[in-house]
């Protein structure tokens, strides 16, 4: 499995990644891919972050996602509810 870095991700903002859970599918929306400071000049990659909204009126816990994308494929994200917004919840994901 390829190492995923912030160049899998930052054209797809604003776009959506398909989550099926428990036979129905939920939409993601990637709304922001940015680099982070990193402190070691030896990582395998450089750290970054991810947030994505779920427009459904729960929030779901944090836990590993199966994410469908038709550029980036299917990959699993650890994704941690980090905030409530009238249009939805925010989830982040942090690649160290």
Sequence with gaps: MEMLTLEHFAGCVDETFAVDLQGM???FVLVEARP???ARPDAPR???SLLFRNAAPIVFPQ???SMRHDRVGEVGIFLVPI???RAG???QAVFN
Aim: aromatic content about 22%; hydrophobic content about 50%; proline content about 6%.
């Design 63 to 65: 836990q590993i996602f």
């Design 83 to 85: 905030a409530q917004e």
């Design 46 to 48: 450089v750290p970054f």
């Design 36 to 38: 982070l400071k990193h």
């Design 89 to 91: 919840f925010l989830y």
């Design 25 to 27: 599918q939920v939409d």
